[in-house]
């Protein structure tokens, strides 16, 4: 299985401004995804990375808020912008693995919004 | 109707005994199947995949799909207290790579 590792762990904001957060694979996966969890909450997709395209968003997320950068095949970035309150949450990269369809998480960033 | 459905727990079985989740899902297209554990400040762990019909056992933990009824169910034996857990279920919905995941069951393990 991949290990992947974000940085920061966590992070205390001010409103309006912007936090990038970024994900390292040790190994060149095809694919890599962004996940947001509210506290209590399930995983919600904000969209897939594929490197050399565009990350293809889900309904709700715009790239305006949330800009994704994939360089190459082992990292990826997120970036919340113009931060409220509202995008206090824990967000998680993962990678997809071997096996069809599988994917690997990262161990999270912790964003508060102030 | 949600796409993938469990109940949300708290589940709570004594040590020792089998503990029981379940899903559903409401696409028949789907082929591909996970279960995640996550422990409470922590990220999800992959714990098991299945992609045909069956049980699919792994140490103590075994995964049953049923595609016709559109189930997935994981199954834990001889529960410990480290088991205690969020099992978040995980469903392959389309052609595109991405999960859909369940709002997972909350497991306790009991002394």
């Known amino acids: 299985s991949a290990v992947i590792s974000q940085k920061p762990s966590r992070d205390i904001c001010q409103r309006g401004t912007s936090l990038t957060i970024q994900c390292q694979v040790d190994s060149q996966v095809t694919m890599m995804f962004w996940y947001r969890q509210q506290p209590g909450q399930s995983l919600t997709l904000i969209a897939t990375?594929?490197?050399?395209?565009?990350?293809?968003?889900e309904s709700g997320f715009v790239i305006d808020k949330f800009p994704i950068s994939r360089p190459n095949l082992t990292f990826s970035t997120l970036t919340v912008s113009n931060m409220s309150p509202e995008d206090s949450s824990i967000y998680l990269c993962?990678?997809?693995?071997?096996?069809?369809?599988?994917?690997?998480f990262g161990p999270g960033t912790r964003l508060t919004v102030t | 109707q949600k796409e993938v459905e469990q109940n949300s727990g708290p589940l709570s079985v004594p040590e020792g005994a089998i503990a029981s989740l379940n899903c559903t899902y409401s696409d028949r297209g789907s082929q591909s199947f996970f279960w995640y554990r996550q422990y409470s400040g922590k990220s999800p762990e992959l714990i098991m995949s299945i992609y045909s019909n069956g049980d699919k056992e792994d140490g103590r933990f075994t995964a049953q799909l049923n595609k016709a009824s559109q189930y997935v169910s994981l199954l834990i034996r001889d529960s410990q207290p480290s088991d205690s857990a969020t099992y978040l279920c995980?469903?392959?919905?389309?052609?595109?790579?991405?999960?859909?995941f369940g709002t997972g069951t909350r497991l306790q393990v009991t002394l």
């Open positions: 995980a469903v392959n919905t389309g052609t595109a790579s991405k999960l859909t």
């Open positions: 993962s990678a997809g693995g071997a096996a069809a369809y599988e994917q690997y």
């Open positions: 990375a594929n490197q050399g395209s565009e990350a293809t968003y």
